[in-house]
């Protein structure tokens, strides 16, 4: 890519990048819990799935805020490149991170990995890094997953999605057009979550039905599900990032954390009662639709104050997108675990736990410091020849 003018990044919203992080520590949490294999109905932190839907919720506000005023400044090859500095740095890294523990992950639930061929892993992670999604014929771990070395990189796909879908089409729409779009794509989602299921996409055998659990794969119904959890949430973050409709709020930050964490925690509505899992759609919808444009809202209009809440929310915001796309490299540890110990104490089972958790967070911490950050700072000298505001 040939060299280009740089232009400098606005100032952040501090607030939600301290609401991206609490968000991903949460996603780690209820990943730890899923691995005991509770089951959707009973599973603890029950919700904390849809933190992927309140991503791309901050992820279509911060495009709209930082890029809709500066294509006059700035063209389709700066864009991209800068979407890849802020992000593929650590699609590879988690990607190597799983390739150098794939081995270690075998037996359990993930029978493909110990007949995997040496060549063949080399392949898929040679692949990875180009965030080119497999199909479930690739499959090398087992899971039927788009990213076998490193799942949660298949929202991370939408995302990139989006961002061509912005750069090439949206971007050109007028509020207006875009709210129009914004309300059939929130038709897709009641579609989805109350299961009207106007297109059929949905097997009678789905685990899931009445959740937004779903999206990893490209084919059938994760592909369906993949496109409607992107399409609202996107899209309505960035036409509230156009309308400029704010709530503002004192200790806007920590009440914006606690309505994002009492979604994520909430326990399955409804039940265990087949006759009451509509009620879990419906809240789920509900979450998606207004919930978490509701959060950002008010991340956008309040102000944190004070150092310890400031430093709080940066160290949130900083470690959340690390956190997010290494974390379940130990979680295949954590789940290969518990495969081989089915009977550990509940004291043992904590402990293995939550020492999971503090090592997903030193090595978010560590991959940012020591790779991360260096390694955006020598793409933006590479690939940029100077910085403009």
């Given at each position: 890519m040939s060299n280009s003018t740089y232009l400098a990044s606005k100032p952040r919203y501090e607030i939600?990048?301290?609401?991206?992080?609490?968000?991903?520590?949460?996603?780690v949490i209820y990943h730890l819990f899923e691995d005991f294999g509770l089951g959707v109905p009973v599973q603890g932190a029950n919700h904390g799935y849809l933190?992927?839907?309140?991503?791309?919720?901050?992820?279509?506000?911060?495009?709209?805020?930082?890029?809709?005023d500066r294509w006059d400044r700035m063209?389709?090859?700066?864009?991209?490149?800068?979407?890849?500095?802020?992000?593929?740095?650590?699609?590879?890294?988690?990607?190597?991170?799983?390739l150098l523990m794939f081995y270690f992950t075998g037996g359990g639930p993930f029978?493909?990995?110990?007949?995997?061929?040496?060549?063949?892993?080399?392949?898929?992670?040679?692949?990875?890094?180009?965030?080119?999604?497999?199909?479930?014929?690739?499959?090398i771990r087992g899971w039927g997953e788009t990213y076998p070395l490193n799942g949660p990189c298949w929202s991370l796909m939408l995302e990139y999605i989006a961002n061509i879908l912005y750069a090439f089409v949206i971007r050109r729409l007028g509020k207006i057009a875009l709210a129009v779009l914004v309300a059939i794509f929130a038709l897709l989602t009641i579609n989805h979550g109350l299961c009207i299921d106007v297109y059929n996409a949905i097997p009678e055998t789905w685990y899931a039905k009445y959740t937004f659990i779903g999206g990893w794969g490209i084919e059938g119904v994760q592909l369906h599900i993949a496109i409607t959890r992107l399409l609202y949430p996107f899209f309505c973050g960035l036409l509230i990032?156009?309308?400029?409709?704010?709530?503002?709020?004192?200790?806007?930050?920590?009440?914006?954390?606690?309505?994002?964490a009492a979604m994520l925690l909430m326990p399955r509505v409804g039940g265990n009662v087949p006759e009451n899992f509509w009620m879990n759609g419906l809240y789920e919808t509900i979450c998606v639709l207004i919930g978490f444009p509701l959060v950002v809202m008010i991340?956008?209009?309040?102000?944190?104050?004070?150092?310890?809440?400031v430093a709080i929310c940066d160290f949130l915001g900083k470690i959340s997108f690390p956190l997010y796309i290494t974390h379940y490299i130990f979680i295949y540890l954590h789940i290969s675990w518990i495969s081989s110990?089915?009977?550990?104490?509940?004291?043992?089972?904590?402990?293995?736990?939550?020492?999971?958790?503090?090592?997903?967070?030193?090595l978010a911490y560590a991959a940012l410091k020591l790779y991360d950050e260096p390694a955006r700072e020598w793409l933006k000298n590479k690939l940029f020849t100077k910085k403009v505001k």
């Open positions: 939600l990048d301290g609401l991206r992080g609490v968000a991903a520590m949460i996603v933190a992927v839907d309140f991503f791309f919720v901050l992820s279509g506000f911060v495009i709209g805020y930082a890029y809709d063209s389709y090859a700066d864009f991209f490149k800068r979407r890849l500095i802020r992000l593929h740095p650590m699609v590879i890294f988690g990607a190597f991170l799983g029978g493909l990995v110990d007949g995997t061929e040496w060549y063949n892993l080399i392949l898929v992670f040679l692949v990875a890094c180009t965030m080119i999604p497999l199909g479930a014929g690739s499959d990032s156009r309308l400029g409709k704010f709530i503002k709020l004192n200790g806007g930050f920590w009440w914006a954390s606690l309505l994002v991340g956008a209009g309040s102000q944190v104050s004070g150092k310890k809440s110990h089915p009977d550990a104490p509940l004291g043992t089972c904590i402990m293995v736990s939550a020492s999971v958790f503090i090592m997903s967070v030193m």
